[in-house]
């Protein structure tokens, strides 16, 4: 079977391997490079424990099992860290987080209240919470990904398997004949195909309308700053009231807010203000970052489906056609990876998947 995936990005690249790993004979075009487009722009920390929908945690809790295997697998490089923290500003904030960490752990889901004086003491020594009791929910298992490295060792993984990887070319259009797939088009070149895989992150829709389908896309900027310090300041992922920090490889942090993200606008530039905000709320957090340099900053567009949940698997308009735009690509990329070269190859659609199928309204 001919299968094109389009985008490689985290949530390709894992398609692509596992297709390959499978013996199928896979195309993996990317009109960028891998995990340079939403997948370099991502906070890139793997959790289940944000969303409170069980159709939605359930998938998540079992994207972070599959990370946990595919970096067993892979003897991966790309883990930067394991462990989250969380805290709130305020009383009522912090009541609401205490309550989610009870039902969490209750239903098996690593997760506990510590205080900040345990957290500075035993996980983050540099990072100044509001006061030593304060309660901080400590989420042990979730890590911290580097993302673009992840799809880079797929891509090449895929390629190892006997895909072929066109990259730096745009695919420009989708055949398809009697409701089929019949073939893609990058570049100028025609390449015929059994079935094409729409992982194009926030282009989705464009590829999607490629079939003409209608995708509609949430559109939510997101904009993150890499910082280089003399030291680790940081030695995992943290929620902190109005920013998030993590560890990004020796000697440099990632740094990203809400606060910020909602004021970029509709057109998602990020002013220099913009950034000073964002470096200004994450060295309230940890002083040491005062006189960390900024080696980078961008804005990412979240590929978020209509309804704010992942659009997963095979769509009725064309046969042949499958998808896979999600928000949470990082937490999701491993199930994503294998249920769907599963379906693929084998038409089994499995129930993890049901909530999320493509023509679901
Ligand atoms: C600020 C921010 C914070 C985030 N934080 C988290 C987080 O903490 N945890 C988490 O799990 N997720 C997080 N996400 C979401 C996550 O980053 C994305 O869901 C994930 O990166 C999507 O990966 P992707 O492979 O689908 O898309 P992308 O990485 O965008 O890859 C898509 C690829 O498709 C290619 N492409 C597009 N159109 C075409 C075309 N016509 N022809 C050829 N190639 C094409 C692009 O070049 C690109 O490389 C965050 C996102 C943002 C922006």
Redesign the pocket.
């Known amino acids: 079977m001919k299968v094109a995936v389009?985008?490689?990005?985290?949530?390709?690249s894992a398609i692509a391997w596992r297709l390959a790993q499978r013996g199928a004979e896979v195309l993996l075009?990317?009109?960028?490079q891998p995990?340079?487009?939403?997948?370099r722009?991502?906070?890139?920390?793997?959790n289940a424990s944000s969303v409170e929908d069980p159709a939605y945690f359930a998938l998540r809790e079992r994207g972070l099992h599959e990370l946990a295997l595919m970096a067993d697998e892979l003897d991966a490089q790309w883990v930067l860290a394991t462990g989250h923290l969380r805290w709130a500003a305020a009383e009522g904030d912090s009541a609401k987080l205490r309550s989610r960490v009870d039902s969490l752990a209750a239903r098996g889901y690593p997760a506990q209240i510590v205080t900040a004086r345990y957290a500075n003491d035993l996980l983050e020594p540099h990072v100044r919470f509001p006061h030593p009791d304060h309660p901080v929910a400590h989420f042990p298992a979730e890590p911290a990904i580097d993302?673009p490295r992840l799809a880079r060792q797929l891509t090449s993984l895929a390629v190892a398997q006997g895909a072929t990887a066109l990259l730096g070319r745009?695919?420009r259009g989708i055949g398809v004949s009697q409701s089929r797939i019949t073939d893609i088009t990058v570049g100028t070149t025609i390449h015929p195909v059994d079935a094409v895989v729409n992982?194009?992150?926030?282009?989705g829709d464009?590829?999607a309308k490629m079939i003409g389908r209608e995708l509609s896309l949430i559109e939510e900027p997101?904009?993150?700053a890499r910082l280089h310090c003399r030291t680790d300041p940081v030695r995992q992922a943290m929620h902190a009231p109005n920013v998030e920090i993590r560890v990004d490889g020796h000697h440099q942090v990632l740094v990203?807010s809400r606060t910020v993200?909602n004021k970029l606008g509709p057109t998602g530039y990020a002013h220099p203000s913009h950034i000073d905000e964002l470096l200004s709320l994450a060295r309230e957090v940890v002083p040491e970052l005062a006189d960390a340099e900024l080696v980078d900053a961008r804005v990412?567009?979240?590929?978020i489906p209509w309804d704010g949940f992942p659009s997963l698997g095979s769509a009725t308009e064309a046969r042949g056609y499958y998808e896979a735009?999600?928000?949470?690509?990082?937490?999701?990329c491993g199930i994503v990876g294998r249920l769907l070269a599963d379906e693929i190859l084998t038409g089994v659609k499995h129930p993890l998947l049901a909530p999320f199928r493509p023509n679901r309204r």
């Open positions: 389009v985008g490689a990005g985290v949530v390709g075009v990317d009109s960028g995990g340079e487009a939403t997948t722009a991502s906070f890139a920390w793997a993302a745009p695919v992982a194009a992150g926030p282009h464009l590829v997101g904009c993150v990203h993200d990412g567009w979240r590929p735009v999600t928000h949470s690509g990082v937490t999701l």
